[in-house]
């Protein structure tokens, strides 16, 4: 995700953007070629070659506003944002895909604002990642989840390079800051039209964490998504979790939409 660390770069000078914007190209060149579906090991520092964002595509938008679409359209309390930037330490910042929040939370106190514009964190981030890895992904949480933030659900959308006959696996991830284990997903959904490949369910397994309960879809003795309302298709974002913080409290009803609508938009 875009993030800039200034405790990283050299103190002897002042880099310029387009400086700082070229390591960071010369330096995720040279990661992608080692770190292809590798496990990060613990938490790792915010490094700018590890965390840059997927180059957003076609794919990339449809997906991310779709969602923001039928999330705010489903109650007129919410407002979405895209490409916002969220600083997430004192000295790192994400620029996330959609932001969604409550338009009455007050803003966040002082010394704790969102970004430089002020203003209230959002209870939902949603991130999709075409050329950013599955790796890259999964860590985000850590820190859209921390002490600074009051970001209560992340949500993650993988979108793996297109099959020779012409399907696509694309499993979304839903992490709560309420669990218990904020950083493993409680929700994974496989609702592409093609299963995922063993490496990218190693993953979810072995090094994510995730119990094998806890994913369905495709693949995972499902039918296909090929209509809407299928119950394993169906992604509940919770009112608690999305309404946190508002003074005119939660709505009687939670979202529970069909994810089969954001693979719909002919990826």
């Known amino acids: 995700n875009d993030c800039l660390n200034l405790s990283d770069m050299p103190t002897t000078r002042l880099r310029s953007r387009k400086e700082l914007l070229n390591l960071a190209r010369d330096h995720i060149l040279a990661a992608q070629q080692e770190k292809e579906m590798k496990a990060w090991e613990g938490v790792q520092p915010i490094i700018i070659a590890e965390m840059f964002h997927s180059k957003p595509t076609s794919d990339h938008g ?3 506003g ?3 679409f039928l999330t705010c359209a489903w ?4 407002f979405g944002f895209d490409r916002e930037n969220h600083i997430v330490s004192p000295n790192s910042y994400f620029t ?3 932001s969604i929040r409550p338009l009455d939370l007050p803003p966040s106190p002082a010394g704790l604002k969102l970004n430089s514009d002020g203003g209230a964190y959002p209870t939902i981030v949603v991130e999709v990642g075409k050329s950013e890895f599955l790796s890259s992904l999964h860590s985000l949480s850590t820190y859209y989840f921390s002490p ?4 209560q659900i992340c949500l993650t959308i993988k979108l793996f390079p297109i099959c020779q006959d012409g399907t696509m696996a694309m499993p979304a991830l839903r992490y709560l800051r309420t669990n218990q284990n904020q950083t493993v997903p409680d929700v994974v959904i496989s609702f592409g039209t093609a299963p995922l490949n063993r490496s990218a369910i190693n993953f979810l397994l072995n090094n994510m964490g995730v119990p ?3 994913i369905t879809g495709i693949g995972f003795a499902a039918t296909i998504c090929n209509a809407p309302s299928i119950p394993n298709y169906q992604l509940h974002i919770p009112a608690v979790e999305l309404f946190n913080g508002s003074p005119s409290g939660v709505p009687a009803k939670a979202i529970n939409s069909s994810i089969w609508i954001y693979r719909n938009c002919k990826i």
């Open 212 to 214: 094998s309960v806890d």
């Open 66 to 68: 779709k969602i923001a």
């Open 75 to 78: 109650n007129n309390r919410l």
């Open 96 to 98: 996330a895909d959609v």
């Open 148 to 151: 600074r933030t009051n970001i």
């Open 62 to 64: 449809k997906v991310a």
